[in-house]
């Protein structure tokens, strides 16, 4: 469907009044008035009301949404899961448990060092935690470039997939691949202005806590910053995930992909900033549920075969639900803006 028609859908119908009011009286010309006035404001009342509603209940038809194209498509969305999402948990998961004795170590290290009681023994012990710090970037280093390909791909197959089944066509594994080949260029470039603006805002958000906690008697200040900068960072990666998909979906890429996504997102902002914190709820539950098994240690051990692969395949169940979400409120998102001319259009029709 064209933008154009999208816009002649929108459109309200025409409202035709009577003419009869013309033929009042003047006398109960003005109580008619009043009477049209007070229609109008209960039509207002009742509109804030609607939208209210529609602010809470919107988030839930997108989750809704998003469930019913994973169950319609589920041979399209178990392959890109077998393929790209699987195999990224696992190494997700093989990278935590490979850099955490790391952490640990240099934990400990810091702990001791702040306690020496020379400097000389300090040094020492600063010089083996950067030991360590050098090895755990090594092996970040190490993980980062095979997991970042693989989500790159999980992404462009979903959001592709998604695009299609959203506007009544059927995806399939071998179009999934197309769209990787044509669109990873656009995605990558995305993707790395994605990857700056995360790291450039978690330092600023360190750097105010850092600066609340060195005031003297304000004991809850960096608690508040810290909240604060996490519902900022909820919505941030709301609009950047945005402009992820915009960049699979249109011609666009890079800071123009991010500009799109953030207007977008007008007239949906709350529901945005809802569906973030629900995946970021979700991931980060199955994150701290993984931190308390290797801080454990004898729970990581004592944890059956079975139950590791079931979490890892949680994990990368939602990773390709991320996708397919951020997707399918990009589609409705689109709805309400739709590409006028001399804009670059979607691949996908919306």
């Not at 509109?47 to 809704?64: A, G, H, I, V, W």
Request: hydrophobic fraction near 45%.
């Amino acid at each position: 469907m064209k933008g154009g028609q999208i816009c002649e859908i929108n459109k309200k119908p025409p409202v035709f009044r009577s003419t009869s009011c013309s033929l009042i009286d003047t006398k109960d010309r003005g109580g008619g008035e009043g009477g049209m006035g007070s229609e109008r404001g209960r039509e207002m009342r009742e509109r804030d009301e609607s939208s209210q509603y529609s602010c809470f209940l919107s988030p839930l038809k997108t989750l809704s949404a998003s469930f019913k194209v994973l169950l319609r498509n589920p041979k399209v969305f178990a392959s890109i899961f077998a393929l790209t999402s699987l195999p990224l948990s696992l190494l997700l998961f093989s990278q935590s448990l490979s850099s955490h004795p790391i952490k640990t170590q240099i934990y400990h290290l810091e702990a001791v060092a702040a306690l020496s009681p020379t400097r000389f023994e300090a040094r020492h012990v600063w010089k083996e935690s950067r030991a360590y710090a050098i090895s755990l970037v090594r092996l970040n280093a190490l993980f980062f470039f095979p997991c970042y390909a693989l989500s790159l791909l999980a992404a462009i197959a979903a959001v592709h997939s998604t695009g299609l089944s959203c506007n009544g066509k059927r995806p399939t594994l071998e179009a999934a691949l197309t769209a990787v080949r044509t669109t990873w260029k656009r995605a990558s470039v995305t993707t790395i202005c994605v990857y700056a603006i995360m790291v450039v805002y978690m330092l600023l958000q360190r750097a105010f806590v850092a600066a609340a906690a060195g005031r003297p008697g304000m004991d809850l200040g960096p608690v508040a910053v810290a909240l604060v900068g996490l519902g900022m960072e909820v919505y941030l990666m709301a609009v950047l995930s945005l402009g992820t998909v915009v960049s699979v979906m249109e011609e666009r890429w890079g800071w123009d992909a991010i500009g799109s996504g953030w207007g977008l997102m007008e007239g949906r902002r709350f529901s945005g900033w809802v569906l973030s914190g629900i995946l970021v709820l979700g991931s980060g539950c199955i994150g701290w549920e993984m931190e308390a098994m290797m801080d454990g240690g004898d729970w990581w051990r004592v944890m059956g075969f079975g139950n590791k692969v079931l979490l890892m395949c949680l994990f990368g169940v939602v990773v390709l639900w991320s996708y397919v979400l951020n997707t399918v409120f990009y589609c409705e998102c689109r709805r309400r803006h739709p590409v006028f001319s001399g804009e670059p259009e979607s691949e996908i029709e919306v």
